[in-house]
């Protein structure tokens, strides 16, 4: 039976559940502050921690399209465009029609790009130490478990 055909088993009662320390607002807090951590972290390179996120994105081939970028980034398309300018204006990202279809945009990360990412994920691991200060390397391999079978329920 795959994850996704497993019985959904009520977790939290709604009578008792507290919004405020549920596990959806602890992520939020995580998220909120490794953000801030990503951008003190990467503020020497003018890039901001939105801005690596996409760079991670293309770097991996995960995507190569504006829109591949926003279904899994909570960006709407103009906050996304506007994003991919201030990229593209420090040239870390270029813009290329698709020869198959012109209508779509496809992005690719720029030699400066390129260069420059090493250094960037340097910080990030530096800023993820920091924030797992006092976890052993199991816990940290649990907690990546974990947060990846929340997502494979989604």
Do not use: H, W
């Not at 596990?23 to 003018?46: C, K, Q, T, Y």
């Not at 990030?124 to 079978?149: C, D, I, P, S, Y």
């Amino acid at each position: 039976m795959s994850q996704s055909q497993l019985p959904v088993t009520d977790l939290y009662d709604p009578k008792t559940f507290d919004p405020r320390t549920g596990i959806g607002r602890l992520i939020g807090l995580v998220r909120a502050e490794l953000s801030e951590a990503l951008d003190r972290e990467l503020a020497p390179f003018d890039i901001t921690a939105a801005q690596y996120v996409i760079l991670v994105r293309l770097a991996s081939g995960e995507v190569d399209s504006a829109s591949g970028l926003c279904k899994g980034v909570a960006y709407d398309p103009g906050a996304m465009t506007r994003m991919i300018d201030r990229l593209e204006r420090k040239q870390l990202v270029l813009r290329t029609r698709s020869p198959n279809d012109r209508r779509k945009v496809m992005l690719q990360m720029t030699d400066a790009g390129r260069e420059i990412y090493p250094r960037l994920v340097e910080k990030a691991a530096g800023a993820m130490n920091v924030l797992m200060r006092g976890f052993t390397k199991a816990e940290v391999l649990q907690l990546e478990g974990l947060l990846q079978r929340i997502l494979m329920n989604t």
